[in-house]
């Protein structure tokens, strides 16, 4: 897909997805090593765009029919990484930020936040979340935390108590998380896609 330079929206757009995007690297990069050597052969890092498709997929989005809607994907990474490592593009500075790609699905607007040291990811996901909750534009809001690292699906868990009427959530983790009330799906699905392993190679 053509990737354009963008700049930043300055609002809100009706998809949003959030994401700890070094969780979501981490991921991938067991993603590679397990299927490598199941499959005995070379896997290439994760295609971006096709990713990010398949979480808003996942999410509930469906093509609208003309290509006129959009998805604010917002990566959330600490400050003293400066690229992914298992993803194509890579570098949050010069090929994510503002950049954007157009598919099936609408255009895809990325924009990567570094955590300083006053604050920590969870802190910051929570207060992006909060803010969505709160703007009536946002329809459809994917998150993708690491729920593995104690206390934070907890957190998210008290947040999402009451999404308000007219908006859908859903949570990605790589295996069933306990209550919530939003919608959950497994992040390996999407990720697998993005990494071009296929169904039938390990069905």
Request: hydrophobic share 40%; aromatic share 8%.
């Amino acid at each position: 897909m053509e990737k354009e330079e963008r700049k930043s929206l300055g609002q809100w757009s009706q998809n949003v997805i959030v994401a700890d995007a070094d969780y979501v690297d981490d991921v991938a990069f067991n993603l590679i090593v397990n299927f490598e050597r199941m499959l005995g052969r070379r896997i290439q890092p994760a295609d971006m765009a096709r990713w990010a498709e398949c979480i808003a997929l996942d999410g509930g989005l469906r093509a609208d029919g003309n290509g006129g809607q959009q998805t604010q994907v917002v990566l959330i990474h600490d400050k003293k990484h400066a690229r992914l490592t298992n993803f194509v593009p890579a570098d949050y500075s010069s090929e994510l930020n503002g950049k954007a790609f157009t598919g099936p699905l609408g255009e895809f607007v990325v924009n990567a936040y570094p955590v300083e040291s006053v604050t920590t990811k969870d802190d910051f996901l929570r207060d992006v979340l909060s803010t969505m909750l709160a703007v009536d534009v946002v329809k459809r809001i994917m998150v993708v935390p690491n729920a593995e690292r104690e206390g934070t699906y907890d957190g998210l868990r008290r947040l999402l108590r009451d999404v308000p009427e007219g908006k859908s959530v859903t949570l990605f983790a790589m295996q069933p998380m306990p209550g919530g009330a939003f919608r959950q799906e497994i992040l390996g699905y999407s990720l697998m896609q993005a990494l071009g392993i296929r169904a039938e190679e390990i069905g």
